[in-house]
């Protein structure tokens, strides 16, 4: 099963330019975390760029066109496709971004988990793709609201491509 996992704002903001993250919302790290634990993770350039180094136990794979890249301990592919192939006997992938690899992704990930941040960040330059309740079905969703840790609320949606 190929899963993308993302947290976006309510314009499909998944981050900026400079890396720096548009918001900060422990729980919902946490529970990303915690979700892709023991699965291989595909990242794309850029993100990794911004983490820098192999989140921990996970396999974590690196597409770029960059034939010389150091991917400083994850393993490095050169297409989405090559990624898939060095991982094809796990059974759960997750794919978490950003925008250039969700967009590739998107036809081919059966399940979508997806933070919805109640906030708009116009400073954004990655954003999740579209997707439609025609090939899409809400299987369930949990609300966590504000708190002295959180700013803005989310919703914790988990979607499956209808058969
Ligand atoms: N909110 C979230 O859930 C979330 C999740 C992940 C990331 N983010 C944010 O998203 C932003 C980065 O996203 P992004 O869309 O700009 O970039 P990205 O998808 O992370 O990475 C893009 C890079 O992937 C490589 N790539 C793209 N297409 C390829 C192909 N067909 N074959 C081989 N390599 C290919 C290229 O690397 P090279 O240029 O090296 O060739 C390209 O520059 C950051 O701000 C990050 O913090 C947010």
């Known amino acids: 099963m190929i899963i993308l996992a993302a947290a976006v704002g309510a314009n499909n903001e998944l981050g900026r ?3 720096v993250p548009l918001w900060d919302l422990p729980d919902e790290y946490r529970r990303f975390r915690e979700s892709i ?3 291989p993770i595909i990242i794309g ?9 192999p989140l921990p136990n996970s396999l974590n794979i690196v597409v770029t066109r960059q034939k010389d890249y150091d991917g400083n301990g994850a393993t490095v592919a050169h297409s989405l496709q090559g990624a898939l192939d060095l991982v094809k006997s796990e059974p759960i992938i997750y794919i978490i971004g950003g925008g250039y690899i969700f967009e590739m992704a998107m036809d081919i990930a059966d399940r979508i988990e ?16 579209k997707f439609s309740t025609d090939d899409w079905q809400l299987i369930s969703t949990e609300r966590h609201g504000t708190d002295e840790r959180h700013k803005y609320a989310f919703n914790f949606e988990i979607w499956e491509r209808k058969k």
């Open 17 to 19: 330019e400079s890396g």
């Open 37 to 39: 634990v023991g699965h």
């Open 45 to 53: 350039r850029k993100s990794y760029d911004v983490i820098k180094e």
């Open 114 to 129: 997806i933070s919805r941040i109640e906030g708009t960040f116009p400073d954004a330059t990655a954003f999740f793709p």
